[in-house]
């Protein structure tokens, strides 16, 4: 019972760590153009070799 008094509070560190991350990439405009890469999947014009 008493590794419950460690694991409890790691978990919600961990836990608000991971929502700070996502707020964090939210606020970074990460995900801003969802239909952007949704339609660029279906068009035949494509790059096997990136630019480096």
Sequence with gaps: MQILAILIP???????????????????????????????ILTKEFDDKPAP
Aim: hydrophobic share 45%; no cysteine; net charge neutral.
């Design 10 to 40: 790691v978990s919600l560190l961990l836990g608000g760590l991971g929502l700070l991350g996502f707020i964090w990439a939210l606020k970074g405009r990460q995900f801003d153009d969802p239909q952007g890469d949704a339609s660029r």
